[in-house]
């Protein structure tokens, strides 16, 4: 059974890097088609698609996070990462990490979650 | 950008009766090379990620009860849930995967009236 946890800091001060890991068990981050994504939900907001990391390495990102996101894998270690930098009160979200079968495939598979919070 | 709106906001309904969630997206969903709707829809619940209900916009994830029903195709999708049950509160989401940013909607609360 495929596994997801997120883990990494949460709290983040403005204008620092988010830094959150996704740590996959149960399938290869390497194996087929797949697509490894984070989605984010502010407080009291809905979900929100931020970027994807496919197996083959290339990315997608949300074009108005484009300048300060990115997602690389870890395949040594079955992992994939996200890092946002410059953090304002905005950032502050549950992240979820997910994985789909494809890019144009739900988003099957879930990580319970994690808060960030961005203040000082 | 495709934009995905969902109607009500939010919705009661009585046990046992149905419920009907709009999805709207601004331009279409469906691939001509295959004819499918690239439209999902997801049931999401407090403290718990959320849970895929339908794939390509009527297609039942394994394990969903047959009183949800999706349809819909090109610009307006539909969520039934035929006769509400007390676990079927939650927030459910629409979600286009015809192309990045992969849009949800914001979201329909629905709720036991």
């Known amino acids: 059974q495929l596994q997801l946890q997120e883990s990494g800091p949460g709290l983040v001060k403005p204008s620092e890097t988010l830094s959150l890991t996704c740590t996959v068990s149960g399938g290869s981050i390497t194996s087929s088609t797949y697509d490894w994504g984070w989605i984010r939900q502010p407080p009291g907001k809905g979900l929100e698609w931020i970027g994807s990391?496919?197996?083959?390495?290339?990315?997608d990102y949300r074009a108005s996070l484009n300048s300060r996101i990115t997602v690389i894998a870890d395949t040594s270690k079955n992992q994939f990462s996200l890092k946002l930098t410059s953090v304002t009160a905005a950032d502050t979200a549950v992240y979820y990490c997910?994985?789909?079968?494809?890019?144009?495939?739900?988003?099957?598979?879930w990580g319970q979650g994690m808060l960030v919070i961005v203040s000082s | 950008d495709i934009v995905m709106t969902q109607s009500p906001d939010s919705l009661a309904v009585s046990l046992g009766e149905r419920a009907t969630v709009n999805c709207k997206s601004s331009?279409?969903?469906?691939?001509?090379?295959?004819?499918?709707?690239?439209l999902s829809w997801y049931q999401h619940k407090p403290g718990q990620p959320p849970k895929l209900l339908f794939y390509w916009a009527s297609t039942r994830e394994s394990g969903v009860p047959d009183r949800f029903s999706g349809s819909g195709s090109e610009t307006d999708f539909t969520l039934t849930i035929s006769s509400l049950q007390a676990e079927d509160v939650a927030v459910y989401y629409c979600q286009q995967n015809f192309g990045p940013p992969y849009s949800f909607g914001q979201g329909t609360k629905l709720e036991i009236k």
């Open positions: 331009q279409s969903v469906l691939s001509t090379s295959n004819n499918k709707n690239y």
């Open positions: 990391i496919q197996s083959s390495g290339s990315t």
């Open positions: 997910a994985r789909r079968g494809c890019s144009r495939c739900p988003f099957r598979y």
